[in-house]
């Protein structure tokens, strides 16, 4: 028999009204009315990352809610002047959610070498029963991609382009959109790591 | 720019209580994606597999919150939202310890909960069952494990309530709750049902688990030896996060 270990408390759906415990003013309720988890402040390049999560019939997922984790744009985790997280809820009415947040720099992969600069997304909404996680790159950096180790990672090529977001034109910073999929055509890629 | 520029690989390298890589998640203690028993999972899980990678820095990190951030009732929810007095309900406090897989405590870590008042309604702006709101009640609590990873909170026994499943199926009892851990890649979101509940063994949402041992270990214990006399009951909940292998040799990332 092999050593036995504590196991992992099982996920369970965060539910529809999961903005309760996480983003409470957003639910309703009278408390923390100032918090604006979705705003990243910090030192770089301020960019927005606007989406929507699309089920597998093509509708948006408009009890969704994202969290985000990014390094600085230095490439550090937990730097003293930037937190690196985020949360975002979808919209009641549209499904879409926005983050406001600075340009990632790069991270060294395990091996040392260079990862594209990206975000971690979580996924949690009612239905899925343990969050999804993935990346969101940025299209710029089109030699950084070409190596990036986790891209790699995706054996059928053609699922890569569902991690890279679009520029969008316009806006006061600039603006990725990113559209997650959780099922279907053009499924997103989710990590398990 | 030059490899030996960014920081190594492998585990974060800021802080205290960083080691080596968070173990792999074992999924086969967790529901599948496809659970069609709960039917909202139908269009919200993916076809393809997931691809698995070990983690990287990032993955290993992970957000630190402040206990600053908390105010002072954020853990009993029978009085956090007060208004003209207490929260209506059957008085409980639901405590426990928090431990990654190698049975180190998880310390400091940040835990949210929330829940249906005494009558199963939730303070949502999108939750329009039929039972009243009760003005004294929000639902929604914080606390940071101290440096044991123990947690604990004041509430009031939610509610059970119906939902569009199978045509009115019914939800135990239970609180969500989050924890962050110290990484990235120990995020758990999940929630904690009642011993002895008889909605319990009907519930579509807790059956999507692989199986009874999984089930139980979402269900809190009744403790009467710490429960308050004339006061609360107390219901004992460990939280078990991903653990983080031991980094018994260093392998250098090339350049270094």
């Keep these: 028999m092999p050593i036995e270990y504590l196991k992992e408390t099982p996920s369970q759906t965060g539910g529809p009204y999961v903005h309760i415990g996480t983003m409470p003013a957003f639910a309703g309720l009278e408390i923390r009315q100032d918090e604006q988890q979705h705003v990243i402040p910090g030192p770089g390049e301020r960019v927005k990352l606007v989406g929507v999560v699309w089920d597998g019939s093509g509708h948006p997922v408009r009890d969704a809610m994202l969290e985000l984790w990014q390094a600085d744009s230095a490439g550090r985790h937990n730097a003293p002047d930037f937190s690196g997280w985020g949360r975002a809820a979808a919209s009641s009415e549209t499904g879409e959610w926005e983050f406001d947040t600075i340009r990632p720099g790069t991270v060294a992969w395990r091996d040392g070498k260079p990862q594209a600069p990206h975000v971690s997304l979580l996924i949690f909404a009612r239905g899925i029963n343990i969050h999804l996680h993935t990346r969101l790159y940025f299209p710029e950096d089109e030699a950084a991609l070409a190596a990036d180790p986790v891209l790699r990672a995706v054996e059928q090529t053609g699922r890569r382009a569902t991690l890279v977001a679009q520029r969008v034109e316009g806006g006061e910073v600039p603006t990725y959109r990113f559209d997650i999929r959780l099922q279907g055509e053009g499924e997103t890629v989710f990590f398990d790591m | ?256």
């Design chain 2, 1 to 256: 720019m030059s490899h030996t520029t960014l920081p190594a690989g492998g585990g974060s390298n800021f802080g205290p209580g960083s080691g080596g890589d968070v173990i792999k998640r074992d999924r086969s203690l967790h529901a599948p994606a496809f659970t069609p028993g709960y039917k909202t999972s139908v269009l919200r899980s993916p076809r393809f597999a997931l691809v698995s990678l070990e983690p990287g820095p990032g993955e290993n990190a992970g957000p630190k919150f402040d206990a600053k951030i908390l105010a002072p009732l954020e853990n009993d929810l029978i009085r956090n939202y007060a208004k003209s007095g207490e929260a209506v309900g059957e008085r409980i406090i639901v405590f426990g310890k928090v431990l990654d897989e190698t049975g180190r405590p998880v310390r400091n870590t940040l835990i949210e909960i929330w829940q249906a008042n005494a009558g199963g309604r939730y303070r949502h702006k999108n939750d329009a069952y039929l039972a009243a709101l009760d003005p004294n009640f929000g639902g929604a609590g914080r606390c940071m494990s101290d440096d044991d990873g123990n947690y604990f909170f004041r509430t009031i026994r939610p509610g059970p309530y119906p939902w569009r499943n199978h045509g009115s199926d019914w939800r135990p009892a239970h609180i969500h709750f989050s924890l962050f851990g110290d990484a990235f890649a120990q995020r758990l979101v999940s929630q904690l049902y009642f011993e002895g509940d008889p909605l319990v063994p009907l519930c579509p949402i807790l059956a999507t688990l692989p199986d009874k041992d999984a089930q139980d270990r979402l269900v809190a214990k009744l403790d009467m030896k710490m429960s308050v006399p004339f006061d609360s009951l107390a219901y004992r909940f460990d939280i078990v996060l991903r653990g983080r292998r031991q980094t018994f040799f260093e392998t250098k990332p090339e350049g270094h």
